[in-house]
């Protein structure tokens, strides 16, 4: 099973409300990931946890929150975002380790309106 | 700096009428190339892997393959369900340590029944 869910399909929010994005796979991944899609653009990499740590942060806004909880749940937390945060939130796992090159594995996505 | 690039952009084929897309790439350390397909409002589905020039992978209409400078993916007898965004991204070794995946921009396949 090659299987990636996130939650919810669809978000409408604010500029002034919480919300939170879930993720979760149980292929025993130990890595993680955030990506942010804007239209017909690739994937932009946002975060990185590896073995439940963050190991990358690409400069991305305080306003956006990761956090993970356990080895097979990924959360992020967005407060305050701006309508050009709007996009398409995809969560990816793979296989952990620097020498190697591991395909990722991909979920269906967030679709983010903020208003 | 770490440069991958498809092309063309976008490419509209007749059922049946097999072609190819490409994802030419500069980089150093070349530690693996990923093509990827994605539907519309979904997240990319995984292909393939290609880890060395030389190195061939097929599934179904589908056939990649790598050389130094760049990968191919052939599309053979393409089928309307085969319409979508194709994706390739590289990864790659600096100063010894796997960096994260670099995308192309894509090629936007559309087949016509």
């Known amino acids: 099973d090659t299987e990636v869910t996130q939650t919810p399909k669809h978000l409408v929010m604010g500029m002034t409300n919480k919300k939170s994005l879930k993720c979760e796979q149980h292929?025993?991944?130990?890595?993680m990931y955030w990506y942010k899609q804007k239209a017909k653009k690739p994937p932009e990499l946002m975060f990185v946890y590896s073995y439940e740590k963050l190991s990358i942060n690409e400069s991305v806004p305080s306003r956006f929150s990761p956090e993970c909880p356990n080895s097979s749940l990924l959360n992020l937390h967005l407060h305050a975002l701006q309508p050009e945060d709007s996009a398409l939130y995809l969560c990816?796992?793979?296989?952990?380790?620097?020498?190697?090159?591991?395909?990722?594995?991909f979920g269906p996505g967030t679709r983010l309106t903020v208003t | 700096e770490d440069q991958v690039t498809q092309s063309p952009e976008a490419l509209r084929l007749q059922e049946g009428e097999s072609s190819s897309l490409n994802c030419s790439y500069t980089v150093s350390g070349l530690r693996g190339l990923f093509w990827y397909r994605q539907d519309p409002g979904k997240g990319p589905e995984f292909l393939f892997t290609?880890?060395?020039a030389g190195e061939e992978k097929e599934k179904e209409r589908l056939k990649a393959t790598l050389t130094k400078k760049e990968s191919f993916l052939h599309i053979t007898a393409p089928k309307p369900e085969d319409s979508a965004t194709y994706l390739c991204?590289?990864?790659?070794?600096?100063?010894?340590?796997?960096?994260?995946?670099?995308f192309g921009s894509g090629t936007q396949l559309t087949v016509l029944p």
């Open positions: 292929m025993g991944h130990r890595a």
């Open positions: 991204a590289v990864r790659v070794i600096s100063s010894g340590s796997a960096r994260q995946l670099t």
């Open positions: 290609l880890y060395s």
């Open positions: 990816a796992s793979s296989q952990a380790g620097q020498g190697f090159s591991y395909e990722q594995y």
